[in-house]
Structures are given as structure tokens and as C-alpha cells.
């Protein structure tokens, strides 16, 4: 039987989505009603729900509300398997303020913490009993540089918290309540609230953002136009915090386009919303519901991959295949399609999953990691993909140490859940629905509620072996795993041997966006809220990129390159010239043996001929003159074997 926090979540679910798909929903009344009116009635509807569920009267199955809202539609976004109990109900060691369970949270990584808000919360009480779903009104972090348990409750012991102001700006109690996440934008130190609000309420210009160097809250005004929608849901964003910009597309509220926000200079923030009609190029911008789109530091100004989801323009659940990916450069503003293949299976089109990138130690590939997801909301999955680039291939990873599938069986597997990932080797999975309702199971004559142990609202996938892990340790070394390299060639430093798609590049344009990559950028352990966000150096081809000491290290190098080259060719003069002399001194003696005697040139006449190779702003130092003895009493010299590399000695002064 579901509980009432449950029902909370999939009631809303059911009006918003209904409501999307044919803007018009008949609840009891037998009215029509927009989607603005469904949302202004939405909290009177799924109170009736929950009463009518929660009725003591009613029998076990009396929670699918038949004479409240549509029976086939509320069943087919709920199925009976969300009702059945987990297999594993042992409770948990908890301790009052641990988080038992998050949903429809959203979350990105500022500096070195993961910051995460909004959504639902089972919280432990200070009765040991787990709350029913509440809203949490605080910006939570986790800080990546110190250690914590994974596969556990959510503690106060590593989890921070930090208040957020209900006044900051006009809808932020709404995004902050709201069971449908907007996207959380980053710089190098600080991070912007984006949409998620539970109504549509007038456009505006101004988002809340919090700095988290002096931590603290600001509203920031927007230049480019009204594009701060608090009921745009179940988009896709994405940032570059050392670019500044970030992104967002698709949505539930047909707005069409792709939000691009530049935060490149604090003081200035602006945003465009790009449509093939205005300021896109290519392809037509995708209309995605719940999909993936990732960040890729390659070409000249990085790239974004949009893939999965479900198609905004046609009928709810009309799921997109993971062969269509789609490409957006940056740079050029322009969409292109690139058609991925699989060895020898693709993963089957889903939504609300999670992807995080791993980038090989050479450059060579990036490892595009998915985990879980639904089918229609009635196929929960807890698989692991990955699709490498640039090869565009799809690869089946099987994990290992999963504690939810080991626990639950066909039953496991999440949605909604997030990933962020930290030096390419770690991805922290936080939240999200699960197939069974094993969030918190009742027990005993009390009805006290427990966390159930089999699912964990902190997750840890280690991605060099793929294994999911029961402790997150700072400073792993990411390699690239053999299930990976034994495909697309290599080993795991990277070197892998497939450059490009299965036929090659559909557009010749690709060809050099593919050829480029962006430098690593230097870890940000102090960020300044005084600084702007670091630009990315220009681009190198395809290779091992320099990181930022590995710049510094190649600035030293060409100085030592140029001044070897100076030397070079100074000790190439001074040896020319040497070689000179004894040419003409042999040639000298050869002649006074002939001719008996012994010539003297006067210094007038030989400077012209003797004259030192100088080099510009260097002294040149003299040999010192020695008497010689009279030549007329030595014998005729003889003539001389050479060979290579023969030492002559010192050459004799001429005596004047």
C-alpha cells in the first residue's frame, strides 16, 4: 500500500503529466482545466487523494483513486509493483536527523563539494520513527575533499546544511518545496537556481545565487530577456563552471529552444534562449522530456551531448532511441545528429536516469556512464551503459558489488535519482524512486517506520572497475577500465584507436570539432568570489592535453629550446672559424716549406683575414700570445693524415 508521501509525489506527477500532454484535465467537477488552473487546484485534488487512500474504511487497494482523476492513467503511472514491500526490512542504525530517503532533488559540483536542494525528504525523528515526506528548506553540501560512508543514511555527521533565504527572490519557496527539479547552474564559486517552481508563474529576469566563498545569498538580475520560468520541469541542464556557461532544454511547458547562460563575468550575467530561428544553427534544437545532456571538454569551446528522454512533441512516454544522440558545438551554436552503435545491443529508450563523464588519461576517449531509469514509469532499471566518445559506441558494463539488485532482484533499480562525478573515477548517485516502495517499510504493533537497508539514498560507482563501493576516498586515480579499452582499442592510460563513429562522420564539420580538446582544467581549492571563472587555453589537437603545469612546464621548455639553439649556433661559429685558421695556417706552412722561408704579413693585412666570430653582447675573451721558436730551425713540416675528430691543439700566435 502506498504511503501518503508517496502519493504525494506520484499525485502531482499524474496531474502535471496528464495536464502536459493534453493541456486539459477533467478532475471531478467535470470541468476543463488549464494547466495553470490544474496546478492552482493540485493541493485541494491530492489531499482528497490522500484521504480517500489513507481512509480507514478502505479496503488495501482503495489508494488508486478510480473516482478522483482518470483509473488507467493513475494506475498506468503508478503500477502495483511501487506498492509491494522490499525484501529486506531490516532497519537501519539511525540516530535522530539522518535522511532516510531524497526525491526530486537537483544537484551540481561547486568548488570541491556536491550542493544539492529541493525535492522530498524522509528525515529520522527525535522518536527514532522516519517522518513521513517533507521539504527541506536549506542548500545541502558534501564536501570532496574528506572521506564519508555511501550505501548509508544521509548523516549530519558529512552532510552539511546551509539556510536558504525565503525572500531572495519571489518564487524561491517554490523551487525550494517543489517535488520537480529545475537545474542548479555553477561557476567556479558559485551556483544559480533555475526553474523548478511548482507553477507557472510571469517570466522573470532575476534567479537566486549563492557564493560559496563568502557564503552568501544573492538575487541576480539577468540581462537578454524573461526567461526565469519557475514551472519549467523535467528539462535537461548541464554548466561549465570554468567557461561560465550553462545550459538548459526541453521542459514541460513547450518553450522551445536552448536556454544558454553566461556567468563568465559575475557582474554582468546574461542569457539567450537559442532556437534554429535565433541563434542556433544546424539541426532544429530537440524537444526532450527527462533525458541526459552532459558537458564535454572538445573542440574549441567544449561540446554538449543530448540523448534518452522522451519526445516533448508527441504523446507522453514516446520514448527516443539511444541511437540518435544529439551533438551541440558550442562554439559554432550548432546542432547536429550523430547515430551511436552498440556492441552488439544499445540500452533501451528510457528516461529519468543519470550520466556523469569519465575523460581517459590521454584525451583519447570519454566514457559517458548512464545508470537506471524508467520505461513509462512501469520498468524501473539498475543497469550501468557506457557510450564511448568519440567512437559513439554503446557498451553493456556489468557491475559489480550491487547491493540494491542482490537485495531486491528484478525489483531493483532507481529513477529520478542524480549523478555528479569527482576526478572521472568517482559517481555519487543521490536519491531518486525506487521499483519497490522500500524507502521506509512499517513494523510492529506501533507502526513505527524504518529505513529499509536495501536502497540508499547515497550511492558511490567507481568507474575504473565499475564497482559500486561502500565508502567515497579523496584522490582516486581514474584509468580506463579493460571492459572499455578491449572495445575502442588502448589501454587504460587511454590510447584508444577508434577516432570516429561506425562509417565515419555524417558531417564534414564534425571531423574538426572531434579533432580538438580542451585543456584539464587546474583544481579550484580556493576559489575567489572576486575572480571570474578561469577561460579554457586554446584548444590542442586530439592527444594528451597539457594541464595547467603541464603549460607552465612547456613555457620552461621552448626558453631552454631557444637559448640551446643560441648556443648551438655560437659554438657552430666559433668552430667554423677555428677550422678556418688551422685550414690557412697548414696552407701557410706548406708554402714557407716550398718557397724556404717564412712570410709575415703585417696586422693591417691579416685582421681582415683573422678576424674573431663575435657574438652580439658577448665579450671574447683573447688567447694569450707565446713566443714561437724561429721556424728557420725546424725541419720541413709533414704533410698531415686527417681524420674526423683529430685534436690539433692550440694554435700558434703569429709573432709580429
Not at 556557461?245 to 537559442?274: E, H, I, K
Request: net charge negative; aromatic share 8%; proline share 5%.
Amino acid at each position: 500500500m502506498f504511503s501518503r508521501g508517496l502519493l504525494r509525489f506520484l499525485v502531482p506527477a499524474y496531474l502535471l503529466l496528464e495536464a502536459q500532454s493534453t493541456q486539459v484535465l477533467t478532475i471531478t467537477d467535470g470541468a476543463d482545466h488549464t494547466l495553470a488552473e490544474v496546478f492552482t487546484q493540485r493541493n485541494s485534488v491530492q489531499d482528497e487523494i490522500l484521504d480517500k487512500a489513507f481512509d480507514s474504511n478502505s479496503d488495501q487497494d482503495s489508494y488508486v483513486p478510480t473516482d478522483l482523476v482518470q483509473d488507467d492513467a493513475f494506475t498506468f503511472l503508478s503500477p502495483r509493483s511501487l506498492a509491494l514491500p522490499s525484501r529486506s526490512l531490516t532497519s537501519r542504525s539511525i540516530k535522530f536527523g539522518n535522511i532516510c530517503s531524497v526525491q526530486g532533488q537537483r544537484s551540481v559540483v561547486v568548488g570541491h563539494s556536491i550542493f544539492f536542494m529541493g525535492g522530498s525528504y524522509k528525515t529520522i525523528g527525535d522518536d527514532a520513527n522516519v517522518s513521513d515526506w517533507k521539504c527541506e528548506h536549506v542548500l545541502f553540501s558534501l564536501d570532496l575533499e574528506t572521506s564519508f560512508p555511501v550505501e548509508d543514511l544521509l548523516s549530519p555527521d558529512f552532510l552539511h546544511n546551509i539556510s536558504i533565504p525565503s525572500t531572495v527572490t519571489p518564487d524561491i519557496i517554490s523551487q525550494v518545496e517543489s517535488i520537480w527539479s529545475g537545474a542548479l547552474f555553477a561557476t567556479n564559486d558559485t551556483l544559480y537556481i533555475y526553474g523548478g517552481g511548482d507553477v507557472d508563474e510571469n517570466p522573470m529576469h532575476d534567479l537566486a545565487s549563492y557564493n560559496i566563498t563568502t557564503n552568501s545569498w544573492k538575487q541576480v538580475s539577468i540581462s537578454g530577456g524573461d526567461f526565469e520560468i519557475g514551472g519549467r520541469v523535467l528539462g535537461q541542464g548541464v554548466s561549465d563552471p570554468i567557461s561560465g556557461l550553462s545550459f538548459f532544454t526541453g521542459g514541460s511547458n513547450n518553450v522551445g529552444g536552448m536556454l544558454r547562460l553566461d556567468a563568465s563575468n559575475p557582474d554582468d550575467v546574461t542569457w539567450t534562449n537559442q532556437t534554429k530561428f535565433s541563434g542556433s544553427k544546424g539541426e532544429s534544437v530537440p524537444e526532450v522530456l527527462s533525458g541526459g545532456l552532459v558537458y564535454l571538454p572538445v573542440g574549441k569551446a567544449g561540446i554538449l551531448l543530448l540523448l534518452g528522454g522522451s519526445d516533448a512533441n508527441s504523446s507522453i512516454f514516446n520514448m527516443r532511441s539511444m541511437e540518435n544522440i544529439a551533438v551541440y558545438d558550442i562554439d559554432s551554436s550548432a546542432w547536429y545528429s550523430v547515430v551511436a552503435t552498440g556492441t552488439p545491443d544499445i540500452p533501451n529508450g528510457r528516461a529519468e536516469f543519470c550520466l556523469a563523464v569519465s575523460r581517459a588519461p590521454d584525451d583519447s576517449s570519454f566514457q559517458v556512464t548512464m545508470y537506471g531509469g524508467t520505461l513509462e514509469n512501469s520498468t524501473y532499471y539498475d543497469d550501468v551503459w557506457v557510450l564511448s566518445i568519440p567512437s559513439f559506441q554503446w557498451i553493456s558494463v556489468t557491475d559489480t558489488n550491487n547491493t540494491e539488485r542482490m537485495s531486491n532482484g528484478p525489483r531493483a533499480g532507481r529513477k529520478g535519482h542524480t549523478c555528479t562525478i569527482w576526478d572521472d573515477s568517482q559517481i555519487i548517485v543521490l536519491g531518486g524512486m525506487y521499483a519497490s516502495n522500500a524507502a521506509t517499510q512499517i513494523q510492529g504493533d506501533g507502526n513505527r517506520s524504518v529505513c529499509d537497508t536495501a536502497y540508499s539514498p547515497i550511492r558511490l560507482l567507481e568507474t575504473s572497475t565499475y564497482t559500486w563501493k561502500n565508502e567515497y576516498e579523496p584522490n582516486n586515480v581514474y584509468s580506463v577500465p579493460s571492459v572499455i579499452s578491449q572495445i575502442i582499442g588502448g589501454d587504460s592510460s587511454g590510447h584508444s584507436t577508434i577516432k570516429s563513429p561506425q562509417g565515419g562522420w555524417n558531417d564534414s564539420d564534425l571531423v574538426d570539432v572531434f579533432s580538438r580538446t580542451l585543456p584539464r582544467p587546474k583544481k579550484i581549492v580556493n576559489p575567489s568570489s572576486s575572480a571570474t571563472p578561469a577561460q579554457h587555453s586554446p584548444t590542442s589537437s586530439t592527444g594528451p592535453s597539457p594541464t595547467s603545469a603541464s603549460s607552465t612546464s612547456s613555457k620552461v621548455s621552448k626558453g631552454a629550446i631557444v637559448g640551446g639553439l643560441i648556443g648551438g649556433i655560437a659554438v657552430s661559429i666559433a668552430g667554423i672559424a677555428i677550422i678556418n685558421m688551422v685550414f690557412r695556417w697548414r696552407r701557410r706552412k706548406r708554402s714557407e716549406s716550398k718557397s724556404g722561408g717564412v712570410t709575415i704579413r703585417s696586422k693591417d693585412e691579416m685582421e681582415p683575414e683573422w678576424s674573431k666570430a663575435e657574438l652580439g653582447g658577448q665579450s671574447v675573451q683573447e688567447l694569450p700570445t707565446r713566443k714561437l721558436q724561429d721556424p728557420s730551425g725546424l725541419p720541413a713540416p709533414r704533410a698531415i693524415q686527417e681524420l674526423p675528430g683529430t685534436d690539433f691543439g692550440e694554435l700558434p700566435a703569429v709573432r709580429h
